[in-house]
């Protein structure tokens, strides 16, 4: 009795011992980056609201809505049919991008689920599951702490410019994060159907097909889904090291300035962005 | 047919999603143009310099200074986020004001904070470089905004979901609706608008590095110039670095939320 | 000579650490008799349960399963021939329509190929839909089976033992405690179908009620050991009343 009252007691007073450690920690790491950003590298906000600045943001934002401009690009159809065919090459891309790493997921999540490294969820056990795991838990996390971008960059110099190249890239970082979300889905499976079906006489792959697949598939069609609107968001930036789509060209008009068409490749972006957010709800809401 | 069709749905789903996928394949011009004429040598010296990464001492300093100005760039930027997060996802999820405007209000808003994360950080960036010119600022607001729109988003769903009772406890105690606000509904949801910040905190990581492709100091800024020069052996430490970072925020974060939530 | 048991225990012991969870129990069931196993929690009922279907190795003791050692039942197949399991609901897979989780039953019986193609084009659906008809719940074939109601789950898993034909049908708890009417529901179907297929059926229960209602014999379980196992109409409530005190006590003794 006094023993349970004292573990408790010794529990709950390290509880908020690690939560003071870490608004200690956010204090301090909030602290020495302002006082960093403020003093060592001398950002100074009054600087960015100076009258030059201001000056040239406004001509900036005017030369992006076409004011004073001459043939804003949103009002050429040639302009448009460019973008969407770009608009159209960025869909491919992420639609690559998230195969392939869907392609990279399911190769490799099962032997990468805990349960399955400890011989539970396929009562049965090899002698090198636990050393696959370990390996297969490392690529992960190597894969997604690495951001697209970087990847990208690595990427180009191996491939020429394309749509190729920027879905490898974006498919190196998805297939970390992926393998990472689906895994834990196979750790979290109820057991007790798998059981069952393996006392009516079903054998591995039997199991396979009746049992694990269909439970976990609902949940990863759900990941997917929403890996891919994200990867959406993503193919611009790796375009801008010439692995194609609207993002290499948003490179392009920048730095000759043109403003307009930054507007419409921006504005062709965000209705790829909304138009693949509904899409995924609408098949996430089918496959429930 | 129809009995076909009833047995099969999710199957008949992944098949089409599949298909798209196939067909997507089509577009690429596989073939030997796909490559440069120097890819699998630089494949080769990739690999091997991932095994002899640089660390001579200038490396691992610079390495430890860009890694702290990628953290800071993250912090700062975060703490533009939650003030933002904070204040647009209050006024977001309705529970300061009621009458007609409500849903009026509510809905823009939340077509706000969508559209403040619809925009990738990185393209923010860039416009805030062209518009203001090269200020850590740019980094900072260019993180403060679409993560913003997603903690702001997330924060007015938590607190749409705290509990009615404690809230209605206070109300009939003749609280108002901004001490409602101090004592009931951030108390309710503290934790868990902590641990979705801790979470999205280690993308904010991510999203620091590759600032420097703008042109903004980090340890992105590092990669970029040694790929730049061919120096894989340096690209690589860089690389180590960024991952130890990102590896050391995800397990801080991950061991604070298991405190939170439990 | 009376015919071969199918199942023959001698001594059989089961340890935990230093705790005996079971400790030295012998008995012999006959083919075709329906027993009950009750007991309060902990007595245990599941581990005996686990021994006779052979998940679980006795620690002690020798065990028959129609007079051969255990070992003998070597592939799945010839397993899931002899014994067939059934717990509550939740050993179906919900995301699956009715008509696999009942062909489930069969998967022991199939070649691989049979079970892949079944996935696409249904393999011995007429059996399916038969025993299906006989639970009840023929128009549910194509439902999704996590949309069915926890009595339709139970009735699912009643047909996929209908499909598996098991010589013999071991139930831990097959019914909740929670819901008395569809556990009587469920439990008399249960019998009614062992009976009509001419299978053994031993199943562990809450309800005393239910055992003697539609069991023929008894084995009551205390602290690992037989408490008493009697044809159903020599159980007499004193027994009864004995088998729960008693324990009932010791939790309470427990929980300080
Ligand atoms: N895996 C196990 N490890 C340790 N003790 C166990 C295990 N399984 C059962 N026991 C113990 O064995 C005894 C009998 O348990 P069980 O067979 O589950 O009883 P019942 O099913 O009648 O409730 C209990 O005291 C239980 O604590
Ligand atoms: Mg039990």
Excluded at chain 1, 74 to 98: D, G, H, P
Excluded at chain 3, 16 to 34: A, K, N, P, Q, T
Aim: net charge positive; charged share 20%; glycine share 6%.
């Amino acid at each position: 009795m006094n023993a349970q009252v004292e573990h408790e007691t010794k529990t709950t007073r390290r509880r908020p011992g690690f939560i003071a450690f870490s608004f200690l920690l956010a204090v301090t790491l909030i602290a020495a980056s302002w006082i960093y950003i403020l003093f060592v590298e001398e950002a100074s906000l009054f600087a960015l609201f100076s009258e030059k600045n201001l000056e040239h943001t406004r001509e900036f934002l005017f030369s992006m809505m076409g004011i004073g401009v001459e043939e804003p690009a949103f009002f050429s159809k040639e302009s448009w049919m460019n973008a969407l065919r770009l608009t159209y090459e960025t869909l491919v891309m992420s639609i690559l991008a998230i195969g392939f790493s869907v392609i990279g997921m399911v190769l490799t999540v099962i032997p990468a689920s805990a349960n399955y490294a400890d011989g539970t969820l396929m009562l049965a056990k090899k002698w090198y599951s636990r050393l696959v795991y370990g390996v297969i838990r490392i690529l992960y996390v190597f894969s997604r702490a690495v951001p697209e971008l970087i990847w990208a960059m690595l990427i180009i110099f191996i491939f020429k410019p394309g749509i190729l190249p920027g879905a490898v890239a974006l498919a190196l970082h998805n297939f970390g994060i992926l393998g990472k979300l689906c895994a834990e889905v196979i750790e979290d499976l109820d057991m007790r159907p798998i059981r069952s079906l393996a006392s009516s006489g079903a054998g591995k792959t039997q199991i396979l097909i009746y049992g694990i697949i269909p439970m976990v598939m609902p949940k990863f069609i759900t990941y997917i889904l929403y890996r891919w609107e994200v990867i959406i968001r993503t193919t611009i930036v790796v375009g801008f090291v010439g692995a194609g789509g609207l993002g290499q060209q948003f490179k392009l008009s920048m730095s000759w300035f043109h403003y307009t068409e930054v507007t419409l490749l921006l504005i062709s972006y965000f209705i790829l962005v909304v138009l693949s957010d509904f899409i995924s709800e609408m098949l996430r809401k089918a496959v429930q | 047919m129809q009995k076909f069709v009833d047995l099969h749905k999710r199957n008949l789903l992944s098949g089409l999603l599949i298909l798209v996928f196939v067909w997507s394949l089509f577009s690429v011009n596989w073939g030997p143009d796909l490559f440069h004429s120097g890819g699998k040598h630089t494949i080769l010296q990739m690999v091997k310099s991932f095994f002899q990464p640089d660390l001579s001492p200038e490396i691992l300093q610079l390495a430890v200074t860009s890694a702290w100005r990628t953290l800071a760039y993250a912090v700062t930027g975060m703490t533009l986020a939650i003030l933002l997060a904070v204040v647009l996802g209050v006024l977001a999820s309705g529970i300061l004001y009621n009458g007609k405007q409500r849903i009026w209000v509510k809905s823009s808003l939340r077509g706000l904070l969508g559209f403040m994360r619809a925009i990738h950080e990185l393209v923010w960036a860039w416009l805030f470089v062209a518009a203001v010119g090269l200020s850590p600022f740019a980094a900072i607001f260019a993180i403060a905004i679409p993560y913003g729109g997603i903690l702001g988003r997330i924060f007015a769903d938590m607190l749409n979901d705290v509990k009615p009772e404690p809230i209605q406890a206070l109300q009939s105690n003749g609280a108002s609706r901004l001490q409602l606000l101090c004592y009931g509904y951030f108390p309710l949801a503290a934790a868990d608008m902590i641990s979705y910040t801790m979470y999205r905190f280690e993308c904010a990581i991510r999203s620091s590095a590759i600032m420097s492709f703008v042109g903004l100091g980090g340890l992105g800024y590092q990669i970029h110039l040694s790929l730049d020069d061919l120096k894989y052996h340096e690209v690589w430490t860089f690389i180590f670095f960024l991952i130890g970072l990102v590896i050391l925020v995800d397990l801080w974060s991950r061991f604070l939320r298991k405190r939170l939530v439990s | 000579m009376s015919p071969t048991p199918v199942f023959e225990l001698k001594n059989i012991s089961k340890y935990y650490g230093e705790v005996s969870s079971l400790s030295s129990l012998s008995f012999r069931i006959d083919r075709g008799e329906v027993v009950a196993l009750i007991g309060p929690s902990g007595a245990g009922k599941t581990t005996l349960l686990n021994i006779l279907s052979a998940m679980l190795p006795p620690d002690d003791g020798t065990f028959f399963i129609d007079g051969k050692p255990v070992s003998s039942l070597t592939s799945r197949r010839q397993r899931a021939r002899k014994l067939g399991i059934i717990r509550q609901q939740f050993d179906l897979v919900g995301p699956l329509p009715v008509v696999h989780n009942v062909l489930a039953g069969r998967l022991g019986e199939w070649s691989l190929f049979k079970s892949l193609l079944s996935y696409l084009f249904l393999q011995d659906k007429e059996l399916a839909m038969h025993a299906l008809h006989r639970v009840g719940l023929k128009d549910k074939i194509y439902e999704k089976t996590a949309h069915l109601s926890g009595g339709e789950q139970q009735r699912v898993a009643l047909a996929r033992l209908l499909v598996q034909k098991p010589e013999v049908i071991l139930a831990d708890e097959p019914v909740s405690s929670l819901d008395p009417a569809r556990a009587e529901d469920i439990i008399g179907m249960l019998v009614r179908l062992v009976k009509e297929e001419n299978q053994t059926l031993i199943a562990s229960l809450h309800s005393v009620d239910l055992a003697r209602k539609y069991f023929t014999r008894i084995i009551a379980l205390r602290d690992g050991q037989i408490f008493f196992d009697l044809p159903v109409d020599q159980v007499t409530s004193q027994q009864l009343s004995d088998l729960y005190k008693i324990m009932e006590m010791k939790e309470d003794a427990e929980v300080c």
